[in-house]
């Protein structure tokens, strides 16, 4: 059974920094067509936050491109995401998503609330 597991989110003031972590177990990167972060603030849709695809592409969303750095540690099947330099905007329930040929994997969320 592949299971995702963040952490890291919380509290913190505008221009702070934070660092999230996923944890997957159950299964390795290896079968994964891509992997990485959405957010879904209240009231609107989940979104592409950056996330990687399996031919080594890196894809950020334009609002967090200069402040947020995906990552990965292949051996700990782990994947990361520093975010500095954060806004109110940024506030929202960060998900972790893991996509292969035939379903989709998510994590249960950790939020992030960034006060001004």
């Known amino acids: 059974q592949v299971t995702l597991v963040e952490s890291g989110g919380g509290l913190v003031q505008a221009g702070g920094s934070l660092r999230l972590s996923c944890s997957v177990s159950?299964?390795?990167?290896?079968?994964?067509?891509?992997i990485g972060w959405y957010r879904q603030a209240p009231g609107k849709e989940r979104d592409v936050v950056a996330k990687?695809?399996?031919?080594?592409?890196?894809n950020y969303a334009d609002s967090v491109k200069g402040r947020f750095t995906i990552s990965r540690d292949n051996a700990k099947n782990q994947v990361y995401l520093q975010m500095n330099s954060l806004k109110p905007e940024d506030t929202a329930v960060y998900y972790c998503?893991?996509?292969?040929?035939?379903?989709?994997?998510w994590g249960q969320g950790t939020q992030v609330t960034v006060s001004s």
């Open positions: 998503k893991a996509e292969t040929d035939w379903t989709n994997y």
């Open positions: 990687f695809t399996n031919r080594g592409i890196v």
């Open positions: 159950g299964t390795t990167f290896v079968g994964f067509n891509a």
